[in-house]
């Protein structure tokens, strides 16, 4: 048996804007597609779109072009008065933005297409918001996993990109009476969670194992600042630590476990820079320059030509159905 290589990519919201456009020159660079060369790929969120998206077949290309496209529609609030008024609506009123509008765009892509069509081995977080507890949606590499394979992908999609305050927790027909939110408030980088998948349910050895691990951008973020904070005023800074410090928990575990055959790319930016639901066509022209950018460096593409994006293909998958 090959190496089992894994893709992961994490949560962010517009952000994906850079993932999704590192993802597509790398592509053209190799010429190789992410779906032939990956033995399972999970993302989180805005990662999760990318991944349902590859593994129904679609290039990074068209993905990325989904984002700067569709993006200002998900995301509309571009002026100030229209963002402060969306902020004011999330703090006191209810979700920020409309999740009608982002199941109409994802249904453009994704079409009438089912979850289990994909070509590869999918693992989704998300968060079961009726039984309180972590949940993941997977294709059929598994005989026991076959729950949500016939749901729609954008059911699926809108269950692991429902970002608490921002869009209304999506219900899910396939599962009786349930309601799931975004699987970043557990799992925004989900290079552990695909992790475990592969040793735990495929039986792969830990030692058969590489990472391809995508971030959506990181901020230094201090807590200095905020070090006799109450709730007021610690605000989003909450938020943001709790995702931060995840993120970096789960891709250096798995890096741990992995012994060190984790790649990671991502790149740090500063604070204010980006948002998850600003969708001004200049910061997604500056997130995907940049998703450009960090991939064609020669401390990237040199070893995910070689490990990854490499002309071997991966066995097809098979559902366990």
């Known amino acids: ?38 033995d399972l790929i999970s ?56 999740g009608d509008t982002l199941r109409d765009q994802l249904q453009l892509v994704f079409g009438e297409r089912k979850f289990g069509e994909s070509q590869c081995r999918l693992v989704i977080p998300t968060y079961d918001a009726i039984g309180g507890r972590i949940f ?27 970002a608490p305050t921002f869009f209304k927790a999506a219900k899910f027909p396939r599962h009786d009476h349930a309601s799931y939110v975004d699987g970043g408030v557990w799992a925004n980088c989900p290079a552990m969670v695909a992790l475990v998948e592969a040793v735990s349910f495929l039986n792969i050895p830990l030692d058969d194992i590489d990472i391809l691990s995508i971030g959506t ?35 250096k575990q798995a890096g741990l476990m992995t012994k060190g055959r984790l790649h990671r790319l991502d790149a740090t930016v500063s604070s204010g820079d980006f948002t998850m639901d600003d969708a001004r066509q200049v910061k997604l022209e500056r997130l995907m320059n940049l998703g450009r950018s960090e991939a064609v460096k020669k ?3 040199e070893d995910i030509q070689q490990r990854f994006l490499n002309g071997i293909k991966v066995a097809p998958f098979v559902p366990s159905l």
């Not at 998206?53 to 998900?74: T, V």
């Not at 016939?150 to 059911?155: G, S």
């Not at 951008?217 to 800074?237: K, L, Q, Y």
């Open 1 to 38: 048996m090959g190496r089992f290589r894994i893709l992961s990519l994490d949560g962010g919201g517009i952000k994906g804007a850079f993932s999704a456009a590192a993802l597509a020159v790398l592509e053209e660079t190799t010429g190789h597609r992410c779906v032939d060369h990956f």
């Open 299 to 301: 401390i990237h593409l």
């Open 43 to 98: 993302g989180t969120s805005t990662g999760g779109i990318i991944a349902i998206g590859l593994g129904l077949g679609l290039s990074a290309r068209e993905i990325a072009n989904f984002y700067q496209e569709q993006g200002p529609i998900i995301f509309p609030n571009t002026s100030l008065v229209q963002r402060t008024a969306a902020t004011i609506k999330q703090v006191f009123w209810g979700p920020k933005l409309s």
């Open 217 to 251: 951008t990181t901020t230094p973020f201090s807590i200095a600042d905020n070090a006799e904070a109450g709730v007021a005023e610690w605000n989003m800074g909450l938020v943001d630590v709790m995702f931060a410090g995840q993120v970096e928990a789960s891709f």
């Open 136 to 162: 993941t949606m997977k294709t059929a590499h598994d005989p026991r996993f076959q729950f949500d394979v016939d749901a729609p992908a954008v059911e699926v999609a809108l269950a692991t990109s429902a």
